[in-house]
């Protein structure tokens, strides 16, 4: 069984930084592409970022391009959201998605993605 696990959330003042990472058990992060989405209460989910399964392209939704960085790392290419310049509006709980298939692209449809985690809270305050 796949089970994502998000970490990193929290409070921050506007203008701060935090970076979310992706643990996952009976899943291996390395020739998968992965997303992060967010959901702010009363809307509907919505991509922020994404990385091919090398890692070597990335896409972004505009709200978050030049404040938000999605990286692979490690040896598990565990992949990381680094949120700098937060806004109010960044406000939401985050999730990390994988691409089942292998060898996956910069997918930014949920549709493309099999397994998703729990979430983590951000609270960006004003």
């Known amino acids: 069984q796949v089970q994502l696990v998000e970490s990193g959330g929290g409070l921050v003042q506007a203008g701060g930084s935090l970076r979310l990472s992706c643990a996952a058990s009976g899943f291996t992060f390395t020739g998968h592409a992965m997303g992060w989405f967010r959901q702010a209460p009363g809307k509907d989910r919505e991509f922020v970022a994404s990385?091919?399964?090398?890692?070597?392209?990335?896409n972004y939704a505009d709200s978050v391009k030049g404040r938000f960085t999605i990286s692979r790392g490690d040896t598990k290419n565990t992949p990381y959201l680094q949120m700098n310049s937060l806004k109010p509006e960044d406000t939401a709980v985050y999730y990390c998605a994988a691409d089942g298939a292998r060898f996956g692209g910069t997918w930014s449809s949920p549709r493309q993605y099999d397994y998703w985690g729990q979430g983590t809270r951000v609270t960006v305050s004003s």
């Open positions: 990385i091919s399964w090398t890692g070597s392209s990335s």
